[in-house]
């Protein structure tokens, strides 16, 4: 009888497995305008968007985030499908110290890749999905929680050192 319970208990175990959950995720670094915050935006195989925004209030205390999440479902498989058709290769980072930073990480189909990069470096069709999905973040059906977990690559950078003197 004990072997019985040992065998069901490891097949529900296995039958409960499931793979790592798919998500795509922008972050977008220091703005030349330092009134604009750093945020993260989160999409994932349930329909959900999490939205990360930096409290630019509470400088003083050291960098400080708001979480949110979209009261509605989104539409991942379509978004899903256009990086897969346009963000299949590396793009080459260039330090451009007069820019905006940005960063697009996901994992889809088992593959987990992630690019630094700046607009200009985008192609047309690129940069339309990078905005698109930044334009998430002006879902007016955002509930705020306490914490969602999202890439610190970007979101706890330091402003960039200004380049050199000329000599």
Not at 28 to 39: A, D, E, T, V
Not at 49 to 66: A, F, H, T
Not at 69 to 91: E, G, H, P, V
Request: glycine share 2%.
């Amino acid at each position: 009888m004990k072997l019985i319970s040992i065998i069901m208990i490891s097949i529900l175990l296995l039958s409960c497995h499931k793979e790592k959950q798919e998500y795509i995720e922008v972050s977008l670094g220091f703005s030349m305008n330092p009134n604009k915050p750093r945020i993260g935006i989160l999409i994932n195989d349930r329909d959900s968007l999490y939205v990360c925004k930096e409290d630019l209030i509470s400088v003083d205390n050291g960098i400080k985030y708001k979480y949110f999440k979209s009261t509605q479902k989104i539409d991942f498989a379509s978004y899903k499908k256009r990086i897969l058709n346009s963000f299949y290769d590396s793009i080459q980072f260039k330090s451009t110290p007069d820019a905006q930073p940005r960063q697009i990480n996901y994992y889809l189909n088992g593959k987990n890749l992630k690019f630094r990069f700046y607009s200009h470096e985008l192609s047309k069709r690129q940069e339309e999905i990078i905005e698109d999905l930044i334009l998430l973040k002006e879902d007016k059906r955002l509930k705020e929680i306490p914490y969602h977990k999202f890439s610190r690559d970007l979101l706890d950078s330091k402003i960039p050192n200004p380049p050199p003197p000329p000599k």
